[in-house]
């Protein structure tokens, strides 16, 4: 089946740091690829996906590129703000049957000190 | 972001008490869902509507049961839960084969 795998946090990075959260996946066919935040206290907001090969999502200065070759769509951000503290959510889409269904990784905690 | 409400945001109950969530999506999609989030896990989808009929049941236990009255509204009703169900309920919509979109969330405690 159709799995993410998300690097293990807590992250903790100082404010202008450079940030990476890794993600790979498993899945069959072609998914669509996303990245969620979820701010304390609320729930998932969708950060920036990807849905083909080669595709660079991009948000409030965040970037990933769906990597086929790697299986992979690494989170990047090359100065992080206190304020993007949050936990953030790799996930694919699943296409089959009539449902459209996302599988998500575990998460992982992004704290940035000032 | 207000394409996505949930109500209550926060609920106490007890094991014995009834009570319903209620999603409303202002975005015109027609499918919904319905998401479990504890502590330590993934995210868990509990159920699938596409045209206000029910697509998935992800084995869900019958003290859930979910409404679809239309495709802007989405209730989850609860009933007899277990301390362990206590966690965070998300309600998603999106057009089918879509991006979805989440509420924030309803945080449950079941005493």
């Known amino acids: 089946g159709n799995s993410v795998t998300q690097m293990e946090g807590p992250v903790t990075l100082s404010e202008e740091a450079f940030l990476t959260i890794n993600c790979t996946y498993t899945?069959?066919?072609?998914?669509?690829l996303f990245w969620y935040v979820q701010y304390p206290g609320e729930g998932l907001q969708l950060l920036l996906k990807?849905?083909?090969?080669?595709d660079k999502g991009s948000n409030k200065g965040f970037e990933a590129t769906y990597r086929k070759e790697t299986t992979s769509f690494h989170l990047e951000k090359g100065s992080v703000q206190v304020s993007d503290s949050a936990v953030y959510f790799c996930a694919l889409s699943d296409r089959g049957g009539s449902n459209y269904k996302l599988t998500f990784g575990k998460g992982t905690l992004l704290t940035v000190n000032p | 972001e207000t394409g996505v409400t949930q109500t209550p945001r926060h609920l106490v109950m007890g094991m014995t008490n009834k009570k319903s969530l209620k999603c409303e999506q202002h975005?015109?999609?027609?499918?919904m869902y319905w998401y479990k989030q504890s502590a330590k896990k993934p995210l868990e989808l509990m159920f699938v509507?596409?045209?206000?009929?029910?697509?998935e049941n992800n084995s869900v236990p019958s003290r859930f049961s979910p409404e679809c009255p239309n495709s802007s509204h989405l209730f989850l009703h609860l009933h007899t839960l277990q301390p362990e169900d206590s966690a965070l309920y998300l309600c998603?919509?999106?057009?089918?084969?879509?991006?979805?979109?989440f509420g924030p969330g309803t945080r449950l405690t079941v005493l």
């Open positions: 899945a069959t066919g072609y998914p669509s």
């Open positions: 509507y596409n045209f206000k009929e029910q697509t």
């Open positions: 998603a919509s999106s057009e089918p084969q879509d991006t979805q979109y």
């Open positions: 990807a849905t083909k090969a080669d």
């Open positions: 975005l015109g999609h027609n499918a």
